[in-house]
Structures are given as C-alpha cells and as structure tokens.
C-alpha cells in the first residue's frame, strides 16, 4: 500500500462521488428534518396565524384578525405577565443560587461527588413527578413546608390555592432544579486558571472581592450562555403549572405556553395558537439578541 | 483544576454545614416522597409529620400493599397499589414509554452520529452556513411548532400513534449534532486521512474509525435522550389519544385528574417508582453525566 501524494492526488478508483455531495448526503437526515418538521411548521403558522383555523374545516384569511384580537385579550395579557413575572424573578435568583452554591463546591471539599449529585438530582425528576411531590409539599394544612413553618410560629399561606402565593411557589420551586446550572458553573469553575487567584492573592483581595472581580468575570460567557437558556425554557413552562393549576386559582399560574396550548387543543383555534407562536417566536429572538448586545460589554471571551 | 482552598478550620466548618444544609434541603422533597409512599394512608395525614411509618416493622407491608398492591386468587383487590390499578394501568404505560425510548433513543444516535460525520470530516460549500442553522434552531422552541405540527402529523395519519414521538428524531436533533461533532473534531485528523490514502470511503471511516472511537459521546446522547423521552408530558399530551397508548408521564398525570380522592401515598408510590430508572441511570453514570452537561455549557 503506498500513502505518496501521487496517489492521493489520482484519486482511488470507485470513489465517483464528489465531497461535496457526500457531506450533504450525510447530512441529508438533518436537511429533510429541518424542512419537515422545522421550516414547513412554521411556514404553516404563519399562515394560520393570517387565518380563521379550526383543523376541521379548511383554514379562510383573515388578515391581522387573530393578532389584534389576542392583543384585546385580557388572558393573552394575563399569561404574557406571569411568564415575564416568573422569568425575571427565577431567572436572577436561580443564577446566583446556583453561582453560589458552585463556588462553594470550588473547594477543596471532601465528598464533592456526593454534594454534587444532591443537588443534580431533582433535575433528574420527571416533571409529572415533581409536580406531585411539590403538591404535597405545598399542601395548605398537612404540607412540610407549612409544617415546617409551623414550627418557628409561622402560620403558612395556603401556596396553591391562593392567588397571591402561586407565583412565590412556583418560583420556589423552580429553584429546586438548578442543579444543571450548578454543574455546568462548576466545570466553568475549574477551568479558571490558578494564576489568577494567586495574582489576586497577591493584591491583598478578600475571598468576596476575589470571586466578583475575577470569578464572575472569567465565566461570565457561561453564565450568558445559561441565562439565555433560561428565558428561552421559561417561556415553556408548561407541564408543572398546568398539573397544579391549570387555568384555575384566577388564573395566578397559567402561562405563556398553557394558553398557546389551550387554544390549540381545546378550543382548537389555530389561528390564535399560531400568532402567540409567532409573538413568542419574536419574543424569544429579540430578548436573545438584547441578551447579546446588553452583555457584549460585560461578557469576558476567552482568546 | 484549580481549585479554592479553605484553610481556616472556622471556615471550613461554616463550608461544610453550608453544603450538608443545601444538600439536605434539595434532598429532603424526595426523601418525603418515599417515606410517604411507604406510609398506610391514614398515617399519611398526621400531624406533626412522621417519617417512618408505625409501627417500624410495617414498612415492608406497606411498601407491597402501596407499590404492588394485594390481590387475591380470584382477582379482587384487597389493597389498591401501584402495580395493580384496575383503572391506571401502570405496566401498560411502561411498556408503551420503553417502546417510544427505544425508537426514539436509537433514531437520535444513529441519525445524529451520521450528520454531525457530514459537519466535522467532510468539506463542502455551504457547510458553515448550514452549521450556523443547526445552532440557530437551538433556540426554536417545541410550544412554537406543536400547533403545525399536530396538523401535519393529522396529515400523516400519526395522531393517536406513537410515530410523533420518535420518528421526528430519525433526523438528528440540534444538541446532539453538535455534541458529537465537537467530540469527533477531538479525533486526530491524521487516522482518517491515512485510511482515506488507502482507498476507504468516508463511509468506511465513519463506521471503522469515528463511531468505534466515539463510543463515550454516544452513550452521552443515548443517556440524555432516554431521560428527555422519558420524562417528557407535552409532547405525549399532544399526540396521543387513547388511554391505553399513554406514556407513564401521562398516566401518572391521572392520579392526579381523576379525582381529588386518590391517597397522597399511592401518589408518591408512583412518583418514586417512574423515577427509579432514572436514579439508577443516573447513579450508574454520574461521571458520564456530569460530562456530558458540562460539555454542554461550556461551548462558547
């Protein structure tokens, strides 16, 4: 067998196809995909979203009709502050919970593995699961929680069957899985160069000091990268919400996606599902991009 | 690894109550998941709490009578358990889950394993660009695209199959594409390269040398898909239709729309038992685990 680079160049004989077409044959599977369950989708909703849609009869264009009726709607507007509401609280707190909770495992702690996988585990838990638990947890008389609170003199809210306390519930509870956040800050952690700390040894910097000036800064394309997963899930709370709650308790937890849902499937308006599909869709875009531009300053890249 | 030392022992005293304290805390909704699953339904509203049941020595027939239930010879139900439902049929549910996991989880890698080949070791024009796209779906999210595509699997003939839950994964998905692609740039190019110059197809470089080599990161995709079909309730909710093609998501879901009345016991004897799998999996690979999410955040 000879590797000189003029048999390279002659090419073997019974290779006929050229690269080209072999690096889109072999991504051929993702190309089909993409067009029929990505582009053809939302091609489709955006035609719904111009049209009167009930999957029964042939969808009629209605022009703006869906849009301007969703932007008159008061539970459209209901579900959109939830979701904000819900983001913007779980968002911050669940990153510096799970920052915190990192840095403390960035230390040179025994049973680590074991720490680790407590706080991992709930991620684990399929959301069915933990809607349950949390149910029970959240009990207004026999729940822990309320139990718990019993014991310091605190008589506790009735969390899910009382408007004003199913938000601060399911905030609670969301944090309860951020121990993906955790480990993925973790290994951000452990790459930061030892040298750095020394340096700020050096300096004279306090372990506070050490953490916000040269931590933070060195993982900061982690944590962007996190949070923009985050806003990006918040707006598909769905499964936990919607086993509690659905749209009872005046609606306290019923979001973004659950309405998106509810009008599908169960008053089967496509036309409004597929222009709060299209919003989100925007939605989701612009707070991305705003993401970016916002963090382009304080994010830190690596060379 | 770099990591931060504590020196002072009051310090590493506060670190470690720190961390038992957070341990116990995310901990503890789970531990009172079990121990009311092994709890008879009367215990299970006292107050204050219990966490072991009484008497101690019951807990085994607790655990039989909430998880397998009793029954006798001629089928009638002297205790209602888990296993033996008349009416939520969890056996059932299993079967039809594994059914959807394994088509699911075998397209994704499969499908995944041969596209992220196309982006890491072939050059063509266009390749970049296409790359960029598989990025961009990332943030698609499925509330976006579950209207249309109910409609268009009403087309197929697949609503009230399983077809929508896996046969869409046949044709790869984002995270994993890109997964795999970064864990075969790690593969020097030079094991290729001379299998090339002894005449071997790209097909055959792929199946001789990237997949045999790629065998952690496969398990990875496999692992978290397993979990992802497992766990997953909107996509079922959709797409299914009859009560007896449920996936345990779903079904367990009953317990809770049924009625007000099912014991809080036998609840979380169901919850515990669909997370099992998933624990084991989980503490069978912890390292594999822990990996693979860092991988995932940790591409900038």
């Not at chain 1, 585990?121 to 009990?139: C, D, E, Q, R, Y």
């Not at chain 2, 121990?35 to 219990?50: D, G, I, M, N, V």
């Not at chain 2, 909430?66 to 296993?83: F, M, W």
């Amino acid at each position: 067998m000879s590797s000189s680079a003029a048999v390279k160049q002659a090419k073997v004989p019974g290779r006929r196809i050229p690269e080209w077409a072999t690096g889109v044959l072999f991504v051929s599977p993702w190309l089909i995909g993409l067009l029929l369950f990505m582009a053809l989708p939302i091609g489709l909703s955006f035609y719904y979203s111009l049209s009167d849609y009930t999957v029964l009869e042939p969808p009629i264009f209605v022009g703006t009709a869906n849009y301007e009726r969703l932007a008159s709607d008061p539970v459209f507007w209901k579900v959109m502050r939830n979701t904000i509401l819900y983001a913007a609280i779980s968002i911050p707190v669940g990153t510096i919970l799970a920052l915190i909770i990192a840095a403390l495992l960035n230390t040179n702690v025994k049973g680590l593995t074991f720490f680790r996988a407590a706080v991992f585990l709930p991620t684990l838990v399929p959301l069915v699961a933990a809607a349950m638990v949390w149910m029970w947890l959240f009990n207004g008389e026999l729940g822990l929680i309320n139990t718990a609170l019993g014991f310091i003199g605190i008589t506790g809210p009735n969390w899910l069957g009382d408007a004003a306390w199913v938000m601060p519930a399911l905030i609670i509870m969301s944090l309860w899985s951020v121990g993906q956040a955790v480990v993925i800050y973790l290994a951000a952690l452990q790459d930061v160069p030892t040298s750095l700390y020394e340096a700020a040894d050096l300096d004279g910097m306090g372990v506070v000091r050490k953490f916000l000036n040269v931590t933070v800064p060195m993982i900061s394309p982690v944590i962007l990268f996190n949070v923009i997963m985050a806003i990006i899930a918040a707006w598909q709370v769905f499964a936990v919400p919607y086993i509690m709650l659905g749209d009872g308790v005046e609606r306290a937890g019923y979001f973004y996606t659950m309405y998106l849902y509810d009008q599908a499937f169960r008053f089967l308006n496509m036309g409004a599902a597929s222009a709060m599909a299209w919003v989100q869709l925007v939605i989701i875009l612009a707070l991305t991009g705003l993401t970016f531009i916002i963090s382009k300053r304080a994010v830190h890249y690596r060379a | 690894m770099a990591t931060v030392e504590a020196k002072n022992p009051i310090a590493k005293t506060a670190l470690y109550a720190a961390l038992i304290g957070i341990s116990l805390v995310f901990a503890l909704p789970l531990l009172w998941m079990v121990s009311t699953s092994l709890k008879p339904e009367a215990q299970t509203l006292t107050t204050p709490p219990r966490w072991l049941p009484d008497p101690v020595t019951d807990l085994p027939k607790n655990a039989i009578d909430n998880y397998v239930g009793r029954t006798t010879e001629d089928g009638e139900i002297v205790a209602r358990g888990v296993l033996n439902d008349p009416v939520i049929d969890f056996p059932l549910y299993l079967r039809n889950t594994l059914i959807v996991a394994f088509l699911n989880v075998t397209g994704m890698v499969i499908s995944s394993a041969v596209i992220a080949y196309g982006f890491a070791r072939v050059k063509w024009r266009g390749r970049g660009v296409m790359f960029a796209l598989v990025l961009a779906t990332m943030m698609i999210p499925f509330p976006v695209l579950m209207a249309p595509l109910y409609v268009i699997f009403r087309e197929f003939g697949w609503i009230g199959t399983f077809k929508p839950l896996w046969a869409p994964a046949w044709f790869g998905g984002a995270f994993q594409i890109v997964l795999l692609r970064q864990f075969y740039l790690t593969i020097p190019k030079e094991l290729d390269e001379a299998a090339r110059i002894d005449g071997c197809s790209h097909v055959g470089v792929f199946l001789r040398i990237i997949l045999p080599l790629s065998k952690p990161a496969l398990a990875v995709v496999a692992l978290f898909q397993f979990i992802f079909v497992w766990n997953d309730f909107l996509g079922p909710l959709i797409f299914l239709q009859h009560r007896d093609q449920f996936t345990l998501a779903l079904g367990l879901q009953l317990y809770q729309s049924q009625a007000g009345n099912v014991p809080w016991n036998l609840l979380m004897a169901a919850s515990t038992l669909i997370l099992l799998p998933v624990l084991i999996l989980f503490v069978l690979t912890q390292r594999t685990f822990v990996e693979g999410i860092a991988t995932q955040g940790l591409k900038e």
